[in-house]
Nanobody, 121 residues
Framework: QVQLAESGGGLAQAGGSLRLSCAAS????????MGWFRQAPGKEREFVAV???????RYTDSVKGRFTISRDNAKNTVYLQMNSLKPEDTAVYYC???????????????WGQGTQVTVSS
């Protein structure tokens, strides 16, 4: 069982930055891929970024060059650094964990409760 707790959301202006954190419980953090997803009002939850157990990363096209996902296995934490924020980045951001998680929401077994990110124009 893995429990995930996101933090770091809030209000930012367009062009600004936020850093999200996701703290995971358990002793096997390094054996999980970690992902970030987001869900805007009235839309389906969508993939944002993943950092695999190997440390390799993948991003959805709309955030490439602006967002950076990273992990600190010693702290059982995954981060999402979000720069050059746009109003369309406004959403609830969710952290997810799975040994083999991919870009689909059904690929992930553990989810956090989410943190709201609002970007004003």
């Amino acid at each position: 069982q893995v429990q995930l707790a996101e933090s770091g959301g809030g209000l930012a202006q367009a062009g600004g930055s936020l850093r999200l954190s996701c703290a995971a419980s358990g002793r096997t953090f390094s054996s999980y891929g970690m992902g970030w997803f987001r869900q805007a009002p009235g839309k389906e939850r969508e993939f944002v970024a993943v950092v695999r157990r190997s440390g390799s990363t993948r991003y959805t096209d709309s955030v490439k060059g602006r967002f950076t996902i990273s992990r600190d296995n010693a702290k059982n934490t995954v981060y999402l650094q979000m720069n050059s924020l746009k109003p369309e980045d406004t959403a609830v951001y969710y952290c997810a964990a799975d040994p083999f998680g991919g870009i689909g929401t059904t690929d992930w077994v553990y989810w956090g409760q989410g943190t709201q990110v609002t970007v004003s124009s």
